[in-house]
Nanobody, 123 residues
């Protein structure tokens, strides 16, 4: 009964902000690194951000560095992606994922996935 449920997506104007949440259950959240990925139509799923189990190691794709912030709240078994200064090219379905080993940038290495939430950046 592992579940990862993303929320917080929607339509925003360029330059706007959104906070995505990924609430999880069915596994020991504190033992897992958490990642965020996005997928655009016709494209492969790409790495956005990741955070290790302790929250001390954080990684971002170059395309979002300085604009997005990943965090985790172990008490709520939830990871967050705060997105600022959004651009039209950020439009995608955003997924969260969990891995028991490390905050990988390769999506195929993650153990569990959410269903995704749509983010659309448009004027």
């Amino acid at each position: 009964q592992v579940q990862l449920d993303e929320s917080g997506g929607g339509l925003v104007q360029p330059g706007g902000s959104l906070r995505l949440s990924c609430a999880t259950s069915g596994f020991t959240f504190s033992d897992y690194a958490m990642g965020w990925f996005r997928q655009k139509p016709g494209k492969e799923r790409e790495f956005v951000a990741a955070i290790n189990r302790s929250g001390e190691r954080i990684y971002y794709a170059d395309s979002v560095k300085g604009r997005f912030t990943v965090s985790r709240d172990d008490a709520k078994s939830t990871t967050y992606l705060d997105m600022n200064s959004l651009r039209p090219e950020d439009t995608a379905v955003y997924f969260c994922a969990a891995d028991a080993v490390a905050p990988y940038i390769a999506p195929q290495l993650y153990d569990y996935w959410g269903r995704g939430t749509q983010v659309t950046v448009s004027s």
